[in-house]
């Protein structure tokens, strides 16, 4: 079976952006010739989920191509029909039923950039088998909850921590099975 | 100056507490002969602040002696006035005036624990001085939150990381000078 991964940065106080998308707190931990790892995360997947919100933010202030670069399936996870666009697909269907047929198909890792509202569905439905969550030393006191509220209760194994000299402290989870 | 320190417990998704106080999940990393470097934490603790409703809850779970040892000044925030019960005072004036007076008084350090109402004041009043945050594996769902909403960006500085063969991680951070 494919896994299915987080890789997500967090404050302390657990948002992943202030109001208004507001991701410059990732910049209190910008280092040169420091990727905390995602490089060699994103080496194993090669395929990738995210909301319609993020995928949207990404398009503008990234570039499509920090998605679609040939080499990854990306599902844009939608309410509404769209065409098509080189690997990366819209898909309005039912979540559960989309990752448990990835999860089964042949392939490597599957990873979920987001954001917090496909996240929780993710998580609500128990198919997010490893958590990667870097928290950043900052207390930002307002914003875009990495958990929201109202799922249920979910069992995890702690795999590993690594610190890193720019404060950031990268946790690992696993989903208990 | 003395310093003011928060000691705590939560899970990986920010919770103190599942709904109605439930504190159980804190029974997934009890083990005999670990508590996490507590006694060594309360050791250069002389004062501890506790709101009402942590206070009460304490009284009735445990009783009123895992405050009052003879050891330690207790202030219990409330709004309505109470006598003094021993070392514990309740106090129902301004939080910030407090903490000012007690850090600038004689004594070793502060300890506040709880609840997240009281936290999140001291919070807003950037009145926290360090904060030792015990991560247990596990995702609650919903609960009381550590960190409420609507606070003030607060930067921090990482000290250090614990690990513990329960999966427990605490990690340790001082407010950023």
Redesign the interface.
């Known amino acids: 079976m494919r896994k299915l991964s987080l890789f997500i940065a967090t404050s302390?106080?657990?948002y992943i952006a202030?109001p208004n998308d507001d991701l410059s707190f990732l910049k209190?931990v910008e280092k040169e010739d420091e990727d905390y790892g995602y490089a060699e995360f994103i080496a194993i997947v090669d395929t990738i989920i995210i909301g319609r919100k993020t995928f949207e933010y990404v398009q503008r202030e990234i570039g499509i191509s920090h998605y679609d670069n040939g080499e990854r399936d990306v599902y844009v996870v939608t309410s509404t029909e769209r065409p098509r666009l080189g690997r990366i697909q819209f898909y309005n269907g039912d979540i559960a039923r989309l990752v448990e047929n990835l999860k089964i198909a042949e392939g490597k890792g599957i990873y979920c950039d987001g954001g917090a509202d496909l996240i929780n569905e993710l998580?609500k439905n128990d198919l997010i088998d490893e958590?990667v969550?870097s928290?950043v030393?900052?207390?930002?006191?307002?914003g875009t909850?990495?958990?929201k509220?109202?799922?249920?209760?979910?069992?995890?194994?702690?795999v590993s921590?690594k610190?890193f000299e720019t404060?950031?402290?990268q946790?690992k989870?696993q989903r208990k099975k």
Chains 1, 2 share one sequence.
Do not use: S
């Open positions: 302390l106080d657990g202030k209190l998580l958590l969550i928290v030393p900052v207390l930002l006191g307002n909850r990495l958990f509220d109202t799922r249920p209760e979910q069992m995890l194994e702690f921590v610190t404060g950031l402290v946790l989870y």
